[in-house]
């Protein structure tokens, strides 16, 4: 290899090292932060958001294609934390080494990652994507008793939570229930409650006036529906199925939410499972089969997740099965799982009703 190409490798190595660089600051409609990189010689760019930021409702991107004599259109990707595309801009054509710019509103997703690409040339340069949110802060109820985070159970101590995004805010307020909580110079700010059984099927509102580090306030109106809860447990070895049958057939169960513990030990370590639970109403017919996806067995570790039913679902029982294949992933022991994979060691449902 001659001096020249040498050196011509050298160069291409050092442009193709991707810097990255981020910032947080404030917007026109509220928080934002922004990230960029920039590099030669690559076809994609990925910028990853030092966290998942939620509530964000417009996105701002800028790009500059890389090559000589070309034009074309880039085209960015986001993602969410699970890796699920939420958003994607194309962006206006640009001839090489200018920079095209474009913005687009969402509806409160979040993002935790970018990948531009280049379009009609060979490279992209640099990319640089804003996110902006609708509020500085977020909020939630634990427990979490459903996949939406706004549910509370009748009976049971609750915590609405609210939660900075990013920098700690000077004040918060969380009006609920007739109750004033204030907060000063937190990132979380916490308000616990017991909604009454009177309240089950009730949606319940409260507000959350914030003003953050520069002064600046934001005010959000909230709510939360209230649900009965019922809780069905077994436990068993050597069990193949559970099934879990309730005192009484419950009616208008709005959603459920299943546990289960797969029986483990040294043998069945790295086998796959693919556990599925069936429900019935009281004439014993099928109302909805919840297959999880598959997971890998671990001693003791209970799988969970919550499903939806149609309105007006009657329930009576469940039925909990253990499906599992004789392949074992990477690390797992012999060359197929033993029957042992098999057992269900421990079910658990929860029937949620938003009227008796």
Not at 24 to 45: C, D, H
Request: glycine content about 8%.
């Amino acid at each position: 290899m001659n001096r020249e190409l040498v050196l011509a490798v050298i160069i291409v190595l050092v442009l193709g090292v991707i810097s990255y660089a981020a910032t947080m600051s404030e917007s026109p409609t509220g928080f934002a932060v922004s990230a960029q990189k920039s590099g030669s010689y690559v076809g994609t760019i990925t910028i990853n958001f030092d966290k998942e930021y939620p509530l964000v409702n417009k996105i701002s991107v800028e790009t500059t294609l890389g090559g000589e004599w070309c034009s074309g259109k880039a085209k960015v990707r986001f993602y969410d934390a699970n890796g699920k595309e939420v958003a994607s801009i194309t962006m206006p054509s640009k001839s090489a080494h200018s920079t095209a710019k474009t913005s687009i509103s969402v509806s409160d997703i979040k993002v935790k990652k970018a990948v531009a690409e280049a379009g009609g040339c060979l490279y992209i340069d640099k990319a640089k994507a804003t996110l902006e949110f609708s509020r500085p802060f977020t909020t939630y109820i634990t427990p979490t008793e459903s996949q939406s985070q706004s549910v509370a159970v009748a009976g049971q101590t609750s915590t609405l939570n609210v939660e900075a995004i990013e920098k700690a805010l000077n004040t918060i307020t969380i009006k609920a229930g007739g109750m004033t909580t204030l907060c000063s110079n937190k990132v979380l700010c916490t308000y616990s409650f017991k909604e009454t059984e009177a309240n089950i099927g009730k949606t319940i509102t409260y507000t959350v006036d914030a003003v953050d580090s520069v002064g600046k306030s934001s005010t959000y109106t909230g709510s939360y529906k209230v649900y009965g809860k019922v809780t069905l447990k077994k436990s068993g070895a050597n069990m193949e199925s559970q099934t879990l049958k309730f005192d009484k057939a419950y009616n208008n169960i709005q959603y459920v939410g299943i546990k289960l513990t797969p029986s483990g030990g040294s043998s069945t370590k790295g086998c796959i499972v693919q556990p599925r639970i069936e429900i019935y109403n009281a004439a014993d017919k099928l109302v909805k089969a919840i297959d999880f996806s598959a997971d890998t067995v671990a001693t003791g570790s209970a799988l969970g997740m919550f499903a939806d039913l149609p309105a007006g679902t009657q329930v009576s029982k469940f039925v909990f099965i253990l499906g599992w294949e004789r392949v074992p992933v990477t690390g797992g022991t012999g060359s197929f799982c033993p029957t042992a994979a098999r057992y269900v060691d421990f079910a658990e449902a929860n029937l949620y009703y938003a009227a008796k």
